[in-house]
């Protein structure tokens, strides 16, 4: 059998979506693997709080302003942090949430941040505003991708925003005229064209870090429960977060492990 192309049409669909808006939300690969992460959480969550699960388990991360406030937030994300970085299966279970995605949006040579990013935002709550930015400002590489993931679902300013790619990539080129004013600036000079995504529980948000994004007050009625994590290719630049430091390789394939401990005989005579 004749192939033509190098790629599927299910990839090609993936991937023009991306290029074309910079992002794409895609329904997470392993669910059963999903539930897992939210369970250990909301257990942990739990625990912490001394709180146990009501008739419905989903109510108590929505509704976790109920029962805590501002002030113990950061001791509550803390512990479930530490839970996740001491589960052996927490880190390629996340990363198999969107393995197929990853590969045909990165490569299939990754390295996967070593500490997986949780945030917690209550109702009304203006301790963890994300003010605009695109990561590649703060020493990340423009080659990485973050899966953004909700653990409840996720929508208008319970969620994120980010500015669409026809926006983000011209004002980026005029930014030096907002270079003596603040983050809420650049927010103002383009609020018209912001996005907030809407990412149901189940679903993975996947995003380039050139572009801008942030979040706002959550005046919704539940709290905010996402996860972050970048993933880059092995084989593109680094940035001033380092291989080793920041990123730890996950699915180096043999040629490029016995390509690297290679060495040239050496000691001939030229």
């Known amino acids: 059998m004749r192939i033509n192309d190098f790629t599927s049409g299910r990839d090609v669909v993936l991937e023009e979506e991306f290029l074309k808006n910079g992002y794409v939300i895609i329904p997470v690969e392993n669910r059963e693997g999903l539930d897992d992460i939210w369970q250990l959480i909301a257990d942990t969550t739990s625990e912490t709080i001394g709180r146990p699960f009501d008739e419905d388990p989903g109510h108590l991360l929505n509704n976790i302003h109920e029962y805590l406030d501002v002030e113990n937030l950061n001791a509550l994300r803390l512990a479930v942090i530490s839970k996740l970085r001491n589960t052996p299966w927490f880190r390629p279970t996340y990363y198999s949430l969107a393995r197929e995605a990853l590969s045909r949006l990165v490569g299939n040579e990754l390295a996967m941040q070593r500490g997986v990013g949780l945030s917690v935002q209550l109702p009304n709550d203006d301790s963890s505003l994300l003010p605009i930015h695109a990561d590649v400002w703060d020493g990340d590489s423009p080659f990485e991708l973050v899966a ?37 600036d650049l927010f103002q000079a383009v609020e018209k064209d912001v996005l907030f995504l809407d990412v149901p529980y189940g679903s993975i948000l996947l995003f380039s870090q050139t572009l801008m994004h942030g979040n706002r007050l959550n005046v919704e009625k539940e709290t905010r429960w996402t996860m972050n994590c970048r993933f880059k290719s092995l084989m593109s630049p680094f940035s001033d977060k380092k291989l080793g430091e920041f ?24």
């Not at 990123?247 to 030229?270: C, H, S, V, W």
Request: charged content about 20%; glycine content about 6%; some cysteine.
């Open 247 to 270: 990123f730890e390789p996950i699915t180096m394939r043999p040629a490029t492990r016995m390509g690297i401990q290679y060495k040239l005989p050496e000691g001939f005579n030229e």
């Open 148 to 184: 953004w993931l909700p653990l409840v679902d996720c929508y208008a300013t319970k969620s994120m925003y980010i500015v669409p790619s026809e926006v983000n990539t011209p004002f980026q080129g005029s930014m030096k005229q907002y270079q003596d004013g603040s983050a809420e």
